[in-house]
Each structure stands twice: as C-alpha cells, then as structure tokens.
C-alpha cells in the first residue's frame, strides 16, 4: 500500500463533477449521535462534499437522548409519512453539522424513536426496530418532497437504511424522486437486519419483492441484501474489505449478492475529521502536541491517563490503549486470554475503553483488581477519555477478528501512537508492518486470530519500546505524517455519485 503524502493545504476543492444535490440517510451522525465509527463518517464526509461545492444534507432519527441545543429549531409544517395503515407524521428538527453549512434534519416520533437508544435498549435489540428505521428511509424521501429539494443521489448507510433504494425502485419510481440515484454503503456485514415481511407492507413496498433477488432471504426480509440489490451503486468502507465480504469467509451469507454485483462495488477508505482527532488543537489533552512537542506532549498526556485511570504514575513504562464497543468481532476476547500471561512477564500497562459483551466487561475489570495499578478500566462511553487514551498510550491495541474499515487506528497514528493491530480489513489498508532496521512501517500486525500470536507481537512491541526507542519515535513520527483526511476520497465519492447519476439516468 503507498501512502500520500500530506498535500499543500488548498482553499477550496474544485469539483470534478457538475455540483450535486446530494442527501445521507443515517441511524447515527456525529456527534448527535454515535454508537461506532458509522456516525463518525457520516459527521464528516458531508461537509468535505459541501467544501468540494455540493448540496448536501442530512437526515437521522431523533431519538429521545437527543440534546436539541438553541442551534436546532422545529420546522413550522408537521411531515407526513407514507407508511403503515394510518397516518403517521413527524416533527422535523433542522440545524447543521458543526463548523459547516450542511444541514441535518432530526426526524421526531414519539412512539418509534421516543427511546434514548439507538438499536438496542436494556432487554436487547427493539422488537420494532425495522418499522423504526423503514419510518426513517420514507421520512428522508418525504421530506425531501416537502421541501422542495429533490436530491440527485440518496447515500443510504447499512441495513437500517436497505429499505431506501427499494423505495426508490418500486413505490416511488413513477413519483418526482423516481430519477434519483441510489448510494449505499456497507459498513459492517455482520448486521443484516433480518424482519418479518410486514415491514414491506408498513414501507408500502410491493409484496412482489419479497423474493431472493429482492428482499427475501431464508424466509424473512433481509435489510441489508434489499439494499445491495436495489442500489445503483455500492461502497464499502476500505479496499480490504471490499474483496474479503465476496468471499464466504466474509460475506456472511450475501457473498454471492456481492459477486453479482461486483461491477458497482467500490471499496474507498474512510477519511477522517482531521480537525476533531488533532492532538495539536485537541482540548481534552493537558498539552496538546504536534511532531515537533511530541515526546513532552505525549509524556503529559501519559502522566493524566495514568492518574485517570488509577494506573501508577510512571513515564517510562510502555501503555497500551483500547477504545472499542466490546463484541466479538473486535477480537477483544484474544486480549483477554493474553492478558495475566503479557502482565506476569512483561513491564506495560493497559488502559481499556469501552463498553458491551458483559463477560468481557468483567473480564477486564478483574484484571484491574488484580493487577492494581496496571490494569485501568472504564465500563462505558466517554469521548473525553477516549482522545487522553489517544493521547496517552504508546501503543494503540485493535486485535480485531474482522474489520471493515477501522477509524481508531488512524486516529491513534495522528497522535504518534503506534497501532497494534490483526491483518484484517481496512487495517492492512491503514497500518504498514514495521520492518526493524530498515525505517519502514507504521505499526504491528499480526496474522493468526489467536492468543499467542497476540502475546508474541505486544512482546514484540514492548522490545522495540525498550530497545530501540529511536526506531519507534522514527514510527511514531512516520504514522503521524500520514494524510487520513478526507480530501482525496471524497473525490471518489464525487467521482462514484456522478456514475450513479449517470447509470440512472440511462435506465430511464
Ligand atoms: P466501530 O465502528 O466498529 O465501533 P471504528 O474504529 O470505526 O469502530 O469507530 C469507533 C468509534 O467509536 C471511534 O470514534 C471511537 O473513538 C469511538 N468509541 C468506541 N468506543 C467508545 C467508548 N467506549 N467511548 C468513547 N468513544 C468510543
Ligand atoms: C463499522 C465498522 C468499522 C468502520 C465503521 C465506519 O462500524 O465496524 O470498521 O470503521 O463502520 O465505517
């Protein structure tokens, strides 16, 4: 993989295609709302759009824990939403992304997303969830029509969108929003959003969809395949993973879908909000830091993780950080296994973030009980100690089974930190393996999803941390350098929503 180099800062990105209106349908947008890295791309490409001189805006969900500050106000018609057997009608609320004219519309209704959660509340997912998120695609289009903005492409979000670009083919393909385009993005292939047919009837969609080249898939409708059948183009989140989900290794189960439709498939990275994850304007870090005022930056910061974790105060001794929702697929239990076996023979300490799989939730409590001082943990979500994690440790650890793209790993080399990561996904399209003596790489990969393979690359990492400090300073300094903002893909997406227009504008 070559990486860019970071460009000359410019003005303003001229558009290489004619200006688009352009319309995101999302569960979460930073930082509204965010249960993983879906919302944090979704907070972030539109305004790099807008920047390149497109129309773009937003729409998401506003759930009951949504804080509507004075920036937020109601719009003064009631909307109207085609679905289920009555009426149904929202309340829109309207602002923009931060620091950005784009603007984002907060669907309101009390009864489907009255819940301050997203997906899922204490006794697991919500039973209604896919008339919740069917209410949110129509709502989108309606409102849409109520404003008098009809977009040139839909760019829908995982399953809890899939339903979007079904719309758009069938119930509304003979309406003013029959001509739009249809972008939908995969970010994870593990949530599919199996329901029962009844929610083709509540989205007023044909029952004639409900077949395997639709929707229907193992006898229930399958969210997430209705939407790579039915957009015009698809992406997902880095080039890794765009070739692992057409193989049944990482398809889980629509690997066919994705070969038929490889043509319109595109993997493009992720970039990232390069002016929230910057350690040199960074509020939540005592000192903030750049390249030049890294090591007394990072020593600073390393020194108020420790005290905020209860870790000992100690600036010598290696850190590794974990940010991350507690589940399976991000191979935290390998860590968990490793754990007494690295902290009884090597000199680190951990600092865990995050929240999810109980037992791994008690598995890391344990080790901070016994292992005082050395093992730190906070159970739950905190964006402020998620940037002094950052910050503060010196190695970045994502031993993830699968992932699609991964954003925490770039953060971390933003902030000199080194990653620590399995080959996977978008994590071979982000981390180069370090290569001792020759000046190469930005991080630590390992293959085998296994314990050992673990514990022998934190032993690995911990040798170049004592032994060759120069060579990992070099690293930190190298993954720093990297460009993982936005500008160079979002030119793609431009470049993919101009194909989309275009393909839909031959299909009559
Ligand atoms: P995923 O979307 O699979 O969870 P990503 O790496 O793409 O993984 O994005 C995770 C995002 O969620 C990052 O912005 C990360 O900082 C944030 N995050 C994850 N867990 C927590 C937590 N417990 N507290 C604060 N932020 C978190
Ligand atoms: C998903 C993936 C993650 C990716 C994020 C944003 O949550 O698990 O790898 O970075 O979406 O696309």
Redesign the pocket.
């Known amino acids: 993989m070559v990486f860019a180099r970071r460009a000359a800062p410019r003005a303003a990105f001229s558009p290489t295609v004619a200006p688009l209106k352009i319309l995101f349908v999302s569960p979460e947008v930073e930082p509204f709302v965010?249960?993983?890295?879906?919302?944090?791309m979704v907070g972030s490409l539109p305004k790099t759009l807008a920047a390149l001189g497109h129309d773009v805006r937003v729409v998401f969900p506003a759930y009951g824990g949504l804080r509507l500050d004075s920036s937020w106000r109601a719009r003064p018609e009631p909307l109207g939403v085609d679905v289920g057997t009555s009426a149904h009608w929202a309340r829109t609320w309207e602002s923009v992304l931060p620091d950005s004219r784009v603007p984002v519309y907060a669907l309101e209704h009390e009864g489907l997303f009255g819940r301050p959660e997203v997906y899922a509340g204490p006794w697991g997912n919500h039973a209604d969830n896919d008339l919740r998120f069917a209410f949110l695609c129509r709502g989108a289009l309606n409102l849409c029509l109520q404003l008098g903005w009809i977009p040139d492409v839909a760019h829908a979000h995982d399953w809890t969108t899939g339903l979007l670009p079904v719309l758009l083919n069938t119930t509304l393909r003979h309406t003013p929003l029959g001509g739009v385009a249809s972008v939908f993005t995969v970010?994870?292939m593990e949530h599919q959003g199996y329901a029962d047919r009844r929610v083709l009837d509540f989205a007023h969609i044909p029952p004639s969809e409900f077949r395997p080249d639709s929707t229907e898939s193992g006898g229930a409708v399958n969210q997430l395949k209705a939407g790579l059948y039915h957009a015009t183009k698809l992406t997902t989140v880095s080039p890794t993973y765009a070739e692992e989900i057409k193989t049944p290794a990482g398809g889980h189960g629509l690997d066919a879908v994705l070969r038929f439709r490889s043509a319109d498939l595109v993997g493009i990275l992720?970039g990232i909000d390069a002016a929230v994850w910057n350690p040199a304007m960074d509020r939540f870090l005592p000192r903030p830091y750049d390249q030049r005022s890294l090591v007394v930056g990072k020593r600073a910061a390393k020194l108020a993780l420790q005290e905020r974790l209860g870790l000992d105060a100690d600036p010598h001794i290696a850190v590794f950080g974990v940010?991350?929702?507690f589940a399976a697929?991000?191979g935290l239990d390998l860590v968990a296994e490793a754990l007494p076996h690295i902290l009884d023979r090597m000199h680190v300490q951990f600092a865990f973030?995050?929240?999810g799989d109980p037992g791994l939730e008690q598995t890391f409590r344990w080790a901070a009980e016994n292992y005082p001082g050395r093992v730190g943990v906070h159970v739950?979500?905190?964006?402020a100690?998620?940037h002094l994690i950052q910050g503060g440790s010196d190695f970045f650890l994502m031993p993830s089974r699968a992932?699609?793209?991964?954003?925490?790993?770039m953060?971390a080399m933003r902030y000199g930190t080194t990653p620590l990561v399995r080959a996977t996904g978008g994590l071979i399209d982000t981390v180069a393996q370090y290569v001792e003596g020759k000046g190469e790489g930005t991080g630590f990969r390992f293959h085998d999803a296994t314990a050992p393979a673990l514990y022998n690359t934190v032993g690995w990492a911990c040798a170049t941390y004592y032994d060759r400090p120069d060579e990992l300073q070099a690293m930190r300094l190298r993954g720093m350098d990297r460009d993982f903002s936005w500008g160079p893909n979002a030119r793609r997406f431009e470049e993919l929503y101009g194909w989309a227009v275009a393909a839909r504008r031959a299909a009559g």
């Not at 965010?34 to 944090?40: E, I, Q, R, S, T």
């Open positions: 965010k249960v993983g890295g879906l919302a944090d970010h994870n992720n940010v991350s929702r697929q991000k973030l995050g929240a739950g979500y905190d964006n100690l998620a992932e699609p793209c991964g954003l925490t790993q953060y």
